[in-house]
Nanobody, 115 residues
Framework: QVQLVESGGGLVQSGGSLRLSCAAS????????MCWYRQAPGKQRELVST???????TYANSVKGRFAISRDNAKNTVYLQMNSLKPEDTAVYYC?????????WGQGTQVTVPS
């Protein structure tokens, strides 16, 4: 069973930075695109960023220029560096991968940026 475990969330003041990590196990990590989603209270889950196996990246317009996704295949880990955080970035952040047609989610990590 594939497992995705996020870490790195927390409380940070507006303008601050956090780095989220997602460690994958029981999967050939390097072959798969990895994604970060987030869900704010009362809102739908939204795609924040994607990194392909070839390290191509995409970002939601709301985070472009502030967030950076990366991966370390040797560590089976994907990262999300979040800079210039805003109150509207407050959400639970989830790691996601689709592997052989099945969807896998991490348990989520809370990011809170007080207004």
């Amino acid at each position: 069973q594939v497992q995705l475990v996020e870490s790195g969330g927390g409380l940070v003041q507006s303008g601050g930075s956090l780095r989220l990590s997602c460690a994958a196990s029981r999967v050939t990590f390097s072959n798969n695109a990895m994604c970060w989603y987030r869900q704010a209270p009362g809102k739908q889950r939204e795609l924040v960023s994607t990194i392909t196996s070839g390290r191509l990246t995409t970002y939601a317009n709301s985070v472009k220029g502030r967030f950076a996704i990366s991966r370390d295949n040797a560590k089976n880990t994907v990262y999300l560096q979040m800079n210039s955080l805003k109150p509207e970035d407050t959400a639970v952040y989830y790691c996601y991968a689709q592997i052989l047609g099945s969807n896998y989610w991490g348990q989520g990590t809370q990011v809170t940026v007080p207004s």
